[in-house]
Each structure stands twice: as structure tokens, then as C-alpha cells.
Nanobody, 122 residues
């Protein structure tokens, strides 16, 4: 089992930046891919970015060019650098891990963190 704990959320004005972190513990050797997802009130959870063990990354079209996902395997930590934030980026952001698949579909992921709130004001 893998435990995930997110941090780094907060409130920022439009155009600002935030860096989210996700610390993994437990059976981290079993992790193949990790991803960031977000869910705004009244909306479905959506994939933001994912990265697999060889550092190949994929992004949702809405964040391409603004967000960067990375992972430090030595520290078992996942990051999401978010630049040029927009009010529509406001959501609860979740970290997730999967043992087998690599995609932005939330139903694929085995393990989830509790989330960290990101609020972007205009």
C-alpha cells in the first residue's frame, strides 16, 4: 500500500505561481506512474498531469505550457510547478499513484492523497 500526502496549496492572484508537493511512503517501489488531479466544486475530477518512472510526462491541454510535473525518486516526492495561474485553476488538487498504467484517467489510479486546495483570484 502507498500513502500520499500533498502540500503546497494556497491562495494566489491570477498570473502567480505555486508549487505542489506529494510525499509518498509505504510500498513506493511498486509505483509506476504518479499524477495530479483536480476537482472544482460541482465538477468531476479531472487529470492535470502524470509522469511515469522514466520521467515521461503528459498534460491536460488546459495546463500545457503553464504546469510542469516532476518527480524525485530518491525522495519519493512528486511535484507540480504551476505558473501563470488562472481563476479556472481553482480546485482541490490530488496526488495519485498507480502500479500499472500511465494516463490521466482518475479511475486507473490505485492510491490517493487527501488533497490540497488551490485558490486563484482574479
Amino acid at each position: 500500500q502507498v500513502q500520499l500526502v500533498e502540500s503546497g496549496g494556497g491562495s494566489v492572484q491570477a498570473g502567480g505561481s505555486l508549487r505542489l508537493s506529494c510525499a509518498a511512503s509505504g510500498y513506493t517501489y511498486s509505483i509506476y506512474s504518479m499524477g495530479w488531479f483536480r476537482q472544482a466544486p460541482g465538477k468531476e475530477r479531472e487529470g492535470v498531469a502524470a509522469i511515469k518512472s522514466d520521467s515521461t510526462a503528459i498534460y491536460a491541454d488546459s495546463v500545457k505550457g503553464r504546469f510542469t510535473i516532476s518527480r524525485d525518486n530518491g525522495k519519493n516526492t512528486l511535484y507540480l510547478q504551476m505558473n501563470s495561474l488562472k481563476p479556472e485553476d481553482t480546485a482541490m488538487y490530488y496526488c495519485a499513484a498507480d502500479r500499472w498504467r500511465f494516463n490521466l484517467y482518475s479511475g486507473s489510479y490505485d492510491s490517493w492523497g487527501q488533497g490540497t486546495q488551490v485558490t486563484v483570484s482574479s
